[in-house]
């Protein structure tokens, strides 16, 4: 059987056929402060093109699976898949990719990469809505999540559009952190570190940075050669200094090394403007309150929970079967800065919900007691707790405005 | 729990269960699912089902229920389970309404029409403190972009 549909697809790819699908591939719309302006800034290029390699990584596994008797795809698959930019739509950044000369490839490349597009698509609204993949989605295409995106910064996200639906995928760091986070042994990520500078390689342009107990390498240009050996701490004592750039992470979210340093501050550097991703603040003393401030310090618990929380600011009115009003974005913003700061285990005790009054729920059990948050549209809130074992019951009528006293309820429960 | 209740008189061809070991079949929309735990929204019943909330007897499936609900053009992230039992320990009691004239296969619905709306929030907890103890008995097909 897999001898034939070989035999069947070299045939086909000596006569070129016409295709149906539209000559556009997908849109992407880039949201965030930086792409306010007009015209798009260039270090986000890169993204386009690891997104053409994340299709082809996805559409070699969906070819092999098609023809289970090839070890390996046919000459000119990965090449007959070029994807180019061919406009820049206002409303943000929004650049528009088409496939070129689509109608040379076989059809059969044309139905697997478009099969890849819509999987990567359903993935990425997966990890954003559920924290699941597809099941059919290829483990190795993983790693190439690990590249996309990886120029995202806080509040930046990537609004993916295919022709084949008419929901868009929201692709942001978070997302892509939970993507990383699901499988993969270890990944990369534009981020900030703090930590001490206790050692120095010049043969191989790499510093030792001290995070609490650990020892984190840490490749740096040679035009940062001066800055590094002007952080670099005595013995016993230095200022922590916050490095930027590109740092591995471990499966546990642990930052490993860091292979490209792009900066290395102190508070009195005033680093530019534009907070990092992620920021780990192990080893912090009170003089750097402001820098850790200006820093977004994110967890992937609480990537999850914002994540979350953007995907119901999604949801149309009709979203529980034809009931539900559309998501209140007071309340979404509301429970957003409710939840900021809260501690990782307060987070992943928490379940979050779409009300269909449009509003948001949180629930969390204790033993045998079931606790529910209701932030609603009108800006009230209804704290309840029911203790199954005993039936004894609590209801609090609250409003935005007792911020402190629902945090002590979510937290203190 | 376990007060006495005043429910409404039961339609022709409607039945109490009574078998309290029974677990009724139902389906967990995927907004009402959070890193894989149902809300207790999930077990309440909406405006539209006027204080029934729609399950599947124990004799369809968990696979079918899930199947089935789909097929009738509504979302589901799976299958979760309730026993009849627990439907009453909240306050509740579950009926049987297959033999009623246009309602599906195998329907049974978990009364809520006699509650007020704290109740209800009470009898909704319990229901899925119930459900998760019991686990997901189907799960869903993850997201798509349909």
């Known amino acids: ?413 | 729990m376990g007060s006495e209740q005043l429910f409404r008189e039961l339609g022709g061809n409607e039945s109490v269960l009574t078998e309290g070991v029974e677990i009724l079949r139902r389906q967990v929309h995927p907004n009402f699912l959070d890193r894989g735990q149902p809300s207790s929204q999930a077990f309440r019943p909406t405006m539209k089902d006027a204080g029934c909330l729609s399950t599947r007897r124990e004799a369809m499936s968990a696979k079918d229920a899930y199947e089935t609900h789909l097929a009738e053009g509504f979302a589901s992230a799976g299958t979760w389970g309730v026993s009849v039992s627990a439907a009453n320990e909240a306050d509740c009691r579950a009926v049987d309404d297959s033999q009623v004239a246009g309602t599906p296969d195998r329907h049974a619905y978990i009364d809520f029409r006699h509650l007020s709306g704290r109740q209800i929030e009470r009898s909704a907890k319990a229901l899925k403190r119930n459900a998760i103890e019991r686990g997901c008995l189907h799960e869903g097909a993850p997201a798509s972009t349909s």
């Not at chain 1, 898949?81 to 206002?90: G, T």
């Not at chain 1, 076989?106 to 993949?133: C, H, M, N, W, Y």
Request: charged share 25%; proline share 6%; glycine share 8%.
């Open chain 1, 1 to 413: 059987m897999a001898a034939q549909e070989n035999l069947a697809f070299t045939a086909a790819t000596r006569y070129s056929r016409g295709v149906t699908e539209p000559t556009q591939f997908v849109t992407m719309r880039l949201t965030g402060s930086r792409f306010e302006h007009s015209g798009m800034p260039v270090d986000v290029l890169p993204e386009l093109a690891v997104y053409q390699e994340l299709i082809v990584t996805v559409a070699r596994e969906l070819f092999l699976r098609r023809y289970p008797g090839r070890q390996r795809v046919p000459r000119g698959f990965a090449e007959s898949f070029q994807l180019r930019l061919e406009r820049v739509d206002k409303g943000s950044v929004v650049p528009v990719l088409e496939r070129v000369n689509p109608d040379v490839a076989p059809p059969e490349f044309d139905k697997v990469f478009v099969e890849s597009r819509d999987l990567v698509q359903s993935a990425i609204i997966g990890a954003a809505t559920s924290g699941r993949l597809p099941v059919d989605f290829p483990g190795n295409a993983l790693a190439d999540f690990s590249r996309f995106g990886r120029t995202l910064r806080a509040g930046e996200f990537l609004e993916i559009k295919v022709p084949s639906s008419a929901r868009p995928a929201r692709y942001s760091a978070a997302v892509r952190r939970i993507l990383m986070t699901s499988k993969l042994n270890g990944y990369t990520q534009e981020a900030s570190i703090n930590g001490l500078i206790t050692g120095l390689n010049t043969e191989q342009t790499r510093f030792q940075l001290r995070v609490g107990p650990r020892l984190i390498p840490c490749s740096f240009e040679a035009n940062l050669y001066e800055t590094v050996v002007s952080k670099l701490a005595p013995p016993g004592g230095g200022d922590v200094v916050t490095v930027e750039g590109i740092v591995a992470f471990d499966s546990d979210g642990q930052p490993t090394s860091v292979p490209f340093v792009s900066g290395i501050f102190t508070p009195e550097d005033d680093p530019d403007e534009g907070a990092p991703i992620f920021s780990f603040s192990v080893t912090v003393n009170s003089e750097f309150s402001e820098i850790n401030d200006r820093a977004l310090s994110i967890s992937a618990i609480s990537a999850r929970v914002f994540e979350r929380l953007t995907a119901l600011a999604d949801l149309s009115p009709g979203w529980l079967d034809d009931e539900g009003e559309s998501i209140s974005k007071d309340v979404i913003d509301h429970v957003r800065r409710l939840l900021r700061d809260l501690h990782d285990k307060v987070l992943s005790e928490v379940y979050i919900y779409p009300t269909l009054e449009g509003g948001v729920r949180l629930e969390w059990q204790r033993s045998s007691t079931e606790f529910s948050l209701d932030f609603r549209p009108d800006r009230t809130v209804l704290y309840d707790e029911i203790d199954l074992g005993t039936g004894s019951e609590t209801e609090r009528q609250l409003s935005f405005d007792d911020f402190k006293d629902v945090r002590v309820l979510l937290v203190g429960a």
